[in-house]
């Protein structure tokens, strides 16, 4: 659900016509709902309100700061996975306590700042790793808690580049290499596993791989109570799936009602990092049409935002709803299949195919849907495009909450040696 609604032909965020804001601030344009920001943060919260969950919102599926301040004021804590994100955290004011920080590679320098700002925990993906961590905490003198990641080996039926639950990805620690750890490491001056975390994918659209890969990992937790060791925290991830297309994803209470009961019982303290959940549905990038191109085999609308600022559909071939800014454009009954495609340079630059769309003219807007996560968070320049302004609507309010980026942005870490001259 959002706050993208037609009101008689005009598409709205909360109270704000698109089409002014396209006007005002140009296209490519993003656009944010606060009110189904918030929303979707706070029903997830309630949701699961019995087991009382720190809900740390996973920074990259949208780190705009205006996004992360939203959030941590009503409570989040927030999912990082880089010192950049580290930066990004503390600048919204997020509590350190509220923070964990997962990632396959972590540099000693991100490890480093990351023991310094007194985080939350680490999520911990490999034993060379967990050694480094003990090596860093010791000679910065402090102690530090971290939660093992876990490989379930469950099958989270998505898309394969965001599965990473199974063996064969290189998320996580097998249960077994795992127990191992956790043993060897009780000998560990500096380290504390005080937790186990899993995350087995992204855009999971039932409660069943979730159920699978906790009720896994309560067995594996009750084993090790058995040999003397308390695990305190369980990190069950993220991964809520969201509509896109015709897929009917859980509501937050269906996956509450799956996976509540297994949580409850465990009287492990819960944490959530959900990142797609909270931001996909509330964001949708405006771009205009440049022209529209007839060939022999296809009808192609050129428009002004490409792969670079959404690259979703050109890296997963992701869906994603393509409206008109204004319905109908006068001529309501007539539609025709199109590929919406951008301006950039390869053939993978599109963001739908053999789409039936209402007929558009140039100059015409479109509105590219559930856009909020992974959009401009994974932009770049490429082509040397700048990369899209964004704004954050609230009710009948429209802020910036990220200039577009100019000429001077694009060069302005680069220099020309002086022997070139
Ligand atoms: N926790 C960890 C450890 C993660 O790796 C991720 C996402 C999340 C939480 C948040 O997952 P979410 O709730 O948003 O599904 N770029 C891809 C998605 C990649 C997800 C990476 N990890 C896409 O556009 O679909």
Same mark, same amino acid.
């Given at each position: 659900m959002h706050e993208f609604r037609y009101k008689r032909n005009d598409l709205y965020c909360e109270n704000v016509k698109i089409r002014d804001l396209a006007e005002k601030f140009g296209t490519p344009l993003y656009v944010y709902s606060y009110t189904t920001l918030i929303g979707h943060f706070l029903k997830l919260k309630s949701a699961f309100q019995a087991v009382n969950p720190l809900i740390c919102y996973s920074v990259k599926a949208n780190s705009n700061l205006a996004i992360l301040r939203a959030l941590v004021d009503k409570g989040a804590g927030l999912d990082i996975v880089s010192g950049g994100e580290l930066f990004r955290a503390k600048k919204a004011g997020c509590?350190? #306590?509220r923070i964990v920080y997962a990632s396959v590679g972590k540099t000693a320098y991100e490890i480093e700042e990351a023991i310094k700002s007194g985080i939350l925990f680490f999520n911990v993906e490999s034993f060379p790793e967990l050694k480094n961590i003990q090596h860093i905490a010791r000679r910065l003198k402090k102690r530090v808690k971290v939660a093992l990641r876990i490989n379930p080996d469950v099958e989270p039926k998505t898309h394969k580049y965001i599965t990473t639950g199974k063996l064969t990805n290189k998320f996580g620690i097998d249960f077994e290499s795992a127990r191992r750890i956790i043993l060897l490491t009780r000998g560990f001056s500096h380290v504390e596993i005080s937790g186990l975390h899993i995350h087995i994918g992204s855009q999971i659209t039932t409660g069943e791989p979730f159920a699978a890969a906790i009720t896994k990992i309560i067995g594996f937790i009750r084993g090790l109570k058995r040999e003397g060791i308390v695990i305190e925290y369980l990190n069950i991830g993220g991964g809520l799936g969201i509509v896109y297309d015709r897929e009917m994803p859980q509501t937050a209470d269906k996956f509450a009602a799956r996976i509540l009961p297994l949580l409850k019982k465990s009287g492990l303290k819960i944490i959530m990092e959900p990142g797609r959940f909270i931001v996909g549905n509330a964001g949708i990038l405006v771009t205009r049409v440049l022209y529209v191109k007839n060939t022999p085999k296809k009808k192609f609308i050129i428009v002004d935002g490409g792969m670079n600022d959404l690259i979703r559909p050109a890296l997963y071939e992701a869906y994603h709803q393509v409206l008109p800014?204004?319905? /109908?454009? /006068?001529? #309501?009954a007539e539609a025709e299949k199109a590929d919406v495609v951008g301006p950039i340079c390869e053939s993978g630059d599109f963001f739908a195919k053999d789409r039936v769309l209402p007929l558009v003219e140039e100059g015409d807007c479109l509105a590219v849907m559930g856009a909020g996560a992974y959009g401009f968070s994974m932009a770049s320049n490429y082509n040397s495009r700048r990369r899209p302004q964004e704004i954050m609507v609230n009710k009948d309010k429209a802020f910036v909450i990220r200039k577009r980026e100019s000429y001077g942005d694009l060069v302005h870490n680069e220099s020309i040696p002086r022997e070139f001259k």
């Open positions: 509590p350190a #306590e800014v204004i319905k /109908g454009f /006068g001529r #309501e």
